[in-house]
């Protein structure tokens, strides 16, 4: 019923930026929150940020607070990730997440009911 489609991944190196974007169809109307999680090689996937239906309100992981920023355009059904001062740890894939049904708290990935496929982010030092 919603199709999520991540861009906007690439190679940087350490200290540059990037903009992902995160761009629903389907009965978007009917999205809450949304979020951005990420995984790295060998690790669990790890919660990254995430905004409210009008982005009133946001939320982030720690040691993403004063980095990124989340954002969203309801008119184009897109949410955005601004990614500034990576790091190598920021390496990983990116997915954006949203939900259907209002429940959880939306840091954790049980809230979500739709998922991306992904879009790379690699950093080197």
């Known amino acids: 019923q919603v199709q999520l489609v991540e861009s906007g991944g690439g190679l940087v190196q350490a200290g540059d930026s990037l903009r992902l974007s995160c761009a629903a169809s389907?009965?978007?109307?009917?999205?809450?929150?949304m979020g951005w999680f990420r995984q790295a090689p060998g690790k669990e996937r790890e919660f990254v940020a995430a905004?409210?239906?009008?982005?009133?309100?946001?939320y982030y992981a720690d040691s993403m607070k004063g980095r990124f920023t989340i954002s969203r355009d309801n008119a184009k059904n897109t949410v955005y990730l601004q990614m500034n001062s990576l790091k190598p740890e920021d390496t990983g894939a990116y997915y954006c997440?949203?939900?259907?049904?209002?429940?959880?708290?939306?840091?954790?990935?049980?809230?979500?009911?739709?998922w991306g496929q992904g879009t790379q982010v690699t950093v080197s030092s």
């Open positions: 997440a949203a939900q259907w049904f209002i429940r959880g708290e939306p840091t954790t990935a049980t809230a979500y009911d739709y």
């Open positions: 905004t409210s239906r009008t982005g009133s309100r946001t």
């Open positions: 389907g009965r978007t109307s009917s999205i809450y929150d």
